[in-house]
């Protein structure tokens, strides 16, 4: 997630489940996940994490590019879009600051950019950024006077295997 000062974003989790269609003999493909993410916002002087989990769906198109007979390296764009369900909202009370942090149930969509590196025949390395255009939390402190939207952002690394 992306967001204020008083704000830092903790690691969580992305899972996916994925096809690919080859679209031409050039390496051309169509993909599809099926996926989930946490989004994980942490309250820096109170460290309490709000988190919201997102079922999201990525149309991709992308080209595998080979390097030699095993490995190949498949660079993939498209959008995702996908529905947050939101955890407890996090109020903290420090020094002056009164301050509130919440992930939103909503919609979330945006672009989905990444690569997939291909070792052996069916096993790969893929490491994508997800960027979100809505915006899914609020984050607010009394004392500065501060009222920030936040939306999603994710860096992504993870194995597969491809049947």
Do not use: R
């Not at 989790?13 to 994980?40: K, Q, R, T, W």
């Not at 009164?98 to 590196?117: M, Q, R, S, T």
């Amino acid at each position: 997630m992306h967001g204020s000062s008083g704000v830092s974003f903790t690691s969580g989790f992305d899972g996916s489940l994925g096809i690919s269609v080859p679209l031409s003999d050039n390496g051309l493909f169509f993909g599809a996940e099926l996926g989930c993410m946490s989004y994980n916002a942490n309250m820096e002087w109170e460290n309490n994490i709000a988190v919201g989990i997102c079922f999201d769906i990525a149309p991709s198109v992308g080209i595998k590019i080979p390097f030699s007979e095993k490995i190949h390296l498949a660079p993939y764009v498209g959008p995702y879009i996908g529905y947050v369900i939101s955890g407890d909202d996090v109020h903290g009370n420090w020094d002056k600051h009164n301050a509130y942090l919440a992930i939103k149930d909503g919609i979330d969509a945006g672009i989905n950019v990444g690569f997939e590196l291909f070792l052996i025949k069916s096993f790969f390395i893929d490491v994508h950024f997800k960027k979100g255009f809505c915006k899914i939390g609020k984050f607010e402190d009394t004392y500065y006077d501060v009222v920030e939207n936040l939306s999603g952002q994710k860096i992504a690394l993870g194995i597969g295997f491809q049947f």
